[in-house]
């Protein structure tokens, strides 16, 4: 993983000040966060399992809100932390969150997997193949995207027998502050498994190609 050049933390740490003289969703700060982040993406901390976009995605949101302002979570503070170290701090913390599903997940099976299949399921997620970062846009685009009639696959792409659980749903209940897939799982009487893998499947695709439409990806 790159770590910061001196030219490059000095670039970044100019882009924030500028960024932070901006309110919150003024075009201006919205132009120095995705250089911010263009700048700083491959430097993050990479894990190829598949609960990791799902962790980058929350990680860039988490960034947004909380690098001028504190939103979701303590503000950044530069002098305690250059940006990539603060960012894989709370990454780490939401890979850990979906270790925990995966095994929940496990524990709910009627048959467990093999011991082999289980060793190489849970097998650390250090010194993986880096996976392409995604960059979201800011927390108040993506809620009023997904709000909105702008894409009706958010609303017609739900879970076989659930029509209330769909992917503007969820999308939705996973923005900052998150809910737990236990929780999700728990309130809409579906498995964790279930949810987590038809958000992986129908609605990440979805958030990847609204990024790219606003110049993100």
């Not at 894989?88 to 095994?103: C, P, S, T």
């Not at 038809?198 to 190609?209: I, S």
Request: with cysteine; proline share 8%.
């Amino acid at each position: 993983m790159p770590t910061l050049t001196s030219e490059i933390q000095h670039q970044v740490r100019t882009l924030i000040t500028e960024a932070c003289r901006y309110p919150a969703g003024h075009p201006e700060r919205q132009k120095r966060l995705t250089k911010i982040i263009r700048l700083i993406s491959d430097r993050l901390w990479k894990a190829s399992v598949a609960y990791y976009q799902d962790a980058l995605q929350q990680t860039w949101i988490y960034f947004c809100q909380n690098l001028c302002e504190g939103k979701t979570g303590r503000v950044y503070d530069p002098d305690k932390a250059n940006v990539v170290t603060w960012l894989n701090a709370y990454l780490k913390r939401r890979l850990q969150d979906g270790f925990i599903d995966v095994q929940t997940q496990k524990k709910t099976r009627a048959s467990p997997l093999p011991a082999a299949d289980v060793e190489a399921a849970d097998l650390d997620p250090i010194s993986r193949l880096p996976a392409r970062p995604d960059i979201p846009p800011l927390l108040e685009e993506v809620k009023a995207w997904a709000e909105g009639p702008e894409e009706p696959r958010l609303t017609d792409n739900h879970i076989t027998g659930h029509p209330h659980i769909t992917c503007q749903q969820l999308i939705l209940r996973r923005l900052p502050p998150e809910s737990p897939w236990k929780e999700l799982a728990a309130e809409w009487g579906v498995s964790v498994g279930t949810l987590s893998s038809f958000y992986q499947r129908q609605c990440l695709p979805l958030l990847r190609e609204f990024g790219q439409s606003r110049g993100y990806l």
